[in-house]
C-alpha cells in the first residue's frame, strides 16, 4: 500500500511585483499604441450590470399603527 503524503506539495513562488508592474506598463503600451482609449470612470460608479433583480421589502409593520 502506498503511503500518503504528509504535507502539500510546493506551491510556486509568486512572481516579483516589480515584473508584474512592468507587465502592466508592457500591455497598456501596447493597448494604446493599437488606437483602443482608457476610460475614466467617476469615483463609486461600477461597470457592472447588476444581475439581481430589485426586491421590494419593508420592514417594520407600519400598517397596525392606529
Known amino acids: 500500500m502506498a503511503r500518503k503524503p504528509t504535507r502539500a ?6 512572481p516579483a511585483a516589480i515584473q508584474t508592474s512592468q507587465s502592466i506598463e508592457e500591455q497598456t503600451r501596447l493597448f494604446l499604441k493599437s488606437g483602443n482609449k482608457i476610460k475614466v470612470i467617476q469615483s463609486g460608479v461600477s461597470g457592472q450590470l447588476s444581475t439581481v433583480a430589485s426586491k421590494n421589502i419593508k420592514l417594520g409593520n407600519k400598517t397596525a399603527v392606529k
Open 9 to 14: 506539495a510546493a506551491r510556486k513562488k509568486q
